[in-house]
Every structure is written in structure tokens, then in C-alpha cells.
């Protein structure tokens, strides 16, 4: 007999057969990531990982791979489910001041009123420019402790001869918004620390928040920066719409306060940022 035996070479069958149980380890965890998107709308990336027993580096993984497929968005901390991009609108022009203020004014009247209590315990406010903002000032001409902080000379107009104390930043003003801006104003403000502040938007998606305009996104980022409570006023109809500049995404605010219930693809990216969404009815202001 000879002592030459020969014995298959099952390296390469290993091999094959891990990289295969590799490729269907991943397609069970996307398909895993895709049910429960079906289901909430969103997922975490703690919460599948834990449920899948990987780690998370591996969910984000297979995160940017469903996401290049167009299968899902990714947002801070998790993924929504993908949307058609055409049910987004873009508004490429700012419609002037009075035109806005006069479009969905109910709605905007109750958010203003709403937002207005929420701070009446707070000393220092940042307002930001805008129609629901120049709206809430009206409701706070009584509050004598607090102390005001705007880029908006239309704010800081209304609350002539009111009770808080306003203050107006320096810099260059953007006639048709009646915003200040420019390096000068945002150096002041950068300097500051605000209880809370209220931001106004052009627009949401699922992406984030958006403005019309480089200069005003320059302050409302400051305010962002320097404030406790950041608090985002939305009407509605400015729901999966957005213009020139996105300010920023959903995980630097802590509240929004809108008059309906978000489409399900923004309200899934609310969620997975924790911000508290407050629903306001235009007809009873609560």
C-alpha cells in the first residue's frame, strides 16, 4: 500500500462556505431591518443591533448599503423608510413678508399663541425672523422679566413700548426680511446664552429644516448653538417642502410645534431624534 494518501483539500470548501454564510447572514439582517421599517417607519440602530446580536458598526453598515439601494434614509441615530423624491417640494424664491403672513394665518396664529406660554417662565429668549415669530411676539408685550434677543426688526418694532427688554443684534439688515446679519451681529449673539430659543423654517423634510436665505441661516445656527430649550415652529403646510439652504437636522432641536400631524416619513425622523412633537389646534389654540 502505498504511503502516499491523498486527502481532499476542504480549505477552499471553508472558505466558500463562510463566505456564503457571510452573504446570508446579510441578507437576513437587511431583510430583518426592512420588516420593522415596514412596521414603526423607523428603527434605531441600538435597538436592531441588539435584536440581531451584532454590533453596531455592522447595522450602520448595512445601513449605507440598503441606503445606496434606495431602500431606506438614514438619520441620526437610525433609518427611515426611503421616499419618493418627487413628493418633496423645493421653493426656489421667498415669497414676500405679507404674502407668507397671510398664508395659513389660522394655523400660524395658533402656533404663535402656543409657543408664547411654553416660555413665559423662561428670562432670556432668542427669536428668530419669520412670520410664526413676528406672530408670537405679539403675545408676549406683558412679560416684564424677560429679556429678548432678535435679528428681526420687525420683532423688536412690534415690542416698542412693551414690557420685555429687547435687544436687536448689529450688523447689516436684509431689506425685504427686515433681518439683521452679517458677521458683526452673529459675533454679539455668539457671545451670549439664550433659556431657549424659537426658530422659524421654510420648509421640512425628512432631511431636516430649511430657510430661504444664507444670511438669515447664519443667525438662526447661532441661536441653535447658544440656547437650552431650541424650539422649531412648522405650519403644516411647509411639510415636505424646502428651499436654498437647510439649516439643520432634526437631532439640533428639542420641540416642534405644528398645527397636524407630520407625514409619516418626517414624523419617523422626529421620533428618532427624541424631539418632542406638540400638535396645536388652528381652531382652539391648544
Not at 416684564?144 to 418694532?157: C, D, Q, V
Request: aromatic share 6%; proline share 3%.
Amino acid at each position: 500500500m502505498s504511503d502516499d494518501v491523498s486527502f481532499p483539500d476542504r480549505t477552499g470548501i471553508e472558505a466558500g462556505g463562510g463566505e456564503e454564510r457571510q452573504r446570508m447572514l446579510s441578507h437576513v439582517r437587511h431583510a430583518r431591518i426592512l420588516d420593522q421599517l415596514s412596521q414603526s417607519g423607523t428603527i434605531t440602530v441600538t435597538a436592531i443591533a441588539a435584536d440581531l446580536g451584532v454590533s453596531d458598526m455592522t447595522i450602520r453598515r448595512d445601513l449605507v448599503e440598503l441606503e445606496r439601494e434606495g431602500r431606506l434614509v438614514r438619520v441620526h441615530g437610525g433609518a427611515v423608510l426611503s421616499e419618493a423624491p418627487a413628493s418633496v417640494a423645493m421653493d426656489s424664491e421667498e415669497p414676500r413678508f405679507d404674502a407668507r403672513l397671510r398664508r395659513g394665518a389660522d394655523a400660524k396664529s395658533a402656533i404663535a399663541a402656543y409657543a408664547a406660554n411654553l416660555v413665559t417662565g423662561y428670562r432670556t429668549l432668542a427669536m428668530d425672523v419669520g412670520t410664526t415669530t413676528y406672530l408670537m411676539a405679539g403675545h408676549l408685550r406683558e412679560l416684564g422679566h424677560l429679556k429678548i434677543f432678535t435679528n428681526s426688526l420687525r420683532i423688536s418694532t412690534l415690542l416698542d413700548g412693551g414690557a420685555p427688554e429687547v435687544y436687536v443684534a448689529g450688523g447689516r439688515v436684509r431689506p425685504e426680511e427686515m433681518s439683521v446679519h452679517g458677521p458683526t451681529a452673529i459675533a454679539q449673539f455668539e457671545k451670549l446664552w439664550f433659556d431657549a430659543a424659537v426658530i422659524g423654517t421654510s420648509g421640512i423634510t425628512a432631511e431636516g429644516f430649511f430657510d430661504y436665505s444664507f444670511e438669515d441661516t447664519d443667525m438662526k445656527r447661532v441661536y441653535l448653538r447658544r440656547s437650552g430649550l431650541k424650539i422649531l415652529l412648522c405650519d403644516s403646510a411647509k411639510f415636505q417642502r424646502m428651499s436654498l439652504v437647510q439649516v439643520g437636522a432634526f437631532s439640533e432641536i428639542g420641540m416642534l410645534v405644528t398645527d397636524a400631524e407630520p407625514p409619516p416619513r418626517i414624523a419617523a425622523a422626529l421620533a428618532a431624534a427624541r424631539v418632542d412633537v406638540r400638535i396645536v389646534s388652528p381652531l382652539s389654540g391648544n
